[in-house]
Each structure stands twice: as structure tokens, then as C-alpha cells.
């Protein structure tokens, strides 16, 4: 799943010998099995104009969205021990999640994504997109 690109040296002369690479990458962190959604949070990221492509790639590449640190630190360690993973993605501006209290964030527009864990087989089965009231 790992997608990398190298760029080649620049041709200007170098003292050294060794060439200067730069590394590109896009990997994700994990694999997010099957992907669904539930029809409510479907709805909302259609009502406001939220693109879920984009909440999965945060999501793949370890931006947990507005978790709590407890809830961060447990999907950093899950990313090791295989055991299931959270995001808490707030459907408004920058500008509205930083003005708005942390006890009134939950009255926002929400979704979370839910991979589990990983299986007998090693994989996970799954990602879910759902509304925290879809829980």
C-alpha cells in the first residue's frame, strides 16, 4: 500500500560524492479493511459538504482529529498492538472547533471512524464511518 517516490539529485556540483535524495511518501498507517458508512453520517458530511475521502486519509495517516490525549496515546499504541482505532472528526471551520469550549464540542456536527481491531487473520476487517449517536 505504500506508494514512494524518489526525486533525483539536483545537477548542480556537490563537493561530496553522494548524491542528495528526497523521499515522498504517502503510506498510510494501517489498512482500513472494508470501508463503510452509516446512512445518518452519510447525510450530514452531505449536508456539509464534507468530502469522506478526506476524513479517511487524515485518519489513515494517524491525525486522530479532536480526540482526547488518553484517546490519542491508546491509537499511537494501537498502531503497534493491532487493537481498534478512533477518530473524532468535528464538521466545521478551524475557526469554530478553537472558539468552542471542549464541554460544548460534542453539540457540533460529528462523525467518527471506527477501524477494529486487527483479526485472527491479521488484518483489519474494517473502517466505519458513523455518527457517535450510531455507536
Not at 482500513?32 to 468530502?51: F, S
Not at 472547533?97 to 464540542?105: A, D, E, I, M, Q
Not at 483479526?119 to 483489519?124: A, D, L, N, V
Amino acid at each position: 500500500m505504500s506508494n514512494t517516490n524518489a526525486v533525483a539529485p539536483d545537477d548542480t556540483p556537490q563537493e561530496s560524492q553522494t548524491p542528495k535524495y528526497t523521499l515522498i511518501t504517502n503510506a498510510a498507517k494501517f489498512s482500513p479493511g472494508q470501508i463503510v458508512a452509516t446512512p445518518g453520517a452519510l447525510a450530514l458530511m452531505q449536508r456539509t459538504n464534507t468530502n469522506p475521502a478526506i476524513l479517511l486519509n487524515r485518519h489513515l495517516h494517524g491525525d486522530w482529529g479532536d480526540t482526547c490525549a488518553e484517546d490519542s496515546s491508546l491509537n499511537e499504541q494501537a498502531l503497534d498492538d493491532g487493537s481498534r482505532l478512533m477518530s473524532v472528526y468535528r464538521l466545521v471551520s478551524l475557526q469554530t472547533l478553537t472558539t468552542t469550549p471542549l464541554k460544548k464540542r460534542t453539540e457540533l456536527p460529528t462523525v467518527w471512524i471506527i477501524t477494529e481491531a486487527v483479526g485472527e487473520g491479521g488484518k483489519r476487517a474494517s473502517s466505519c464511518i458513523l455518527l457517535p449517536e450510531d455507536y
